[in-house]
């Protein structure tokens, strides 16, 4: 019964933005870290950036100062906003929910998180 949906991805130039946006439904939302992961063509899945409960974030390095998590939970959404992407951002991002309440931003592996999105691609041209 629960559902994660992610938009707003698409084609951008390399130094452009996007904002992806993640709607969580069927759980107690306020209660669950979430996250952002992307896989690239013959890459693994790999952490991107998280937020917790409490509203604290981690992010991977390669996005630092780029891009920005956040939560609006009157709303049961998560974003992303990506900033200056470059063309080894591109990837299908995919939004996934914590599987236990209570959790933090300190979470980064794809087994931590029980409840996933079906993806959204983005694609940065050179």
């Known amino acids: 019964q629960v559902q994660v949906v992610e938009s707003g991805g698409g084609l951008v130039q390399a130094g452009g933005s996007l904002r992806l946006s993640c709607a969580v439904s069927?759980?107690?939302?306020?209660?669950?870290?979430l996250a952002w992961f992307r896989q690239g063509p013959g890459k693994a899945r790999e952490f991107v950036a998280a937020i917790g409960w409490r509203g604290t974030t981690n992010y991977v390095d390669s996005v630092k100062g780029r891009f920005t998590i956040s939560r609006d939970n009157a709303e049961n959404k998560v974003y992303l906003q990506m900033n200056g992407l470059e063309p080894e951002d591109s990837a299908v991002y995919y939004c996934?929910?914590?599987?236990?309440?209570?959790?933090?931003?300190?979470?980064?592996?794809?087994?931590?998180?029980?409840?996933w999105g079906q993806g959204t691609q983005v694609t940065v041209s050179s």
């Open positions: 069927g759980r107690n939302f306020d209660s669950y870290a």
């Open positions: 996934a929910s914590h599987r236990a309440r209570w959790s933090t931003a300190q979470a980064r592996e794809t087994g931590e998180y029980a409840i």
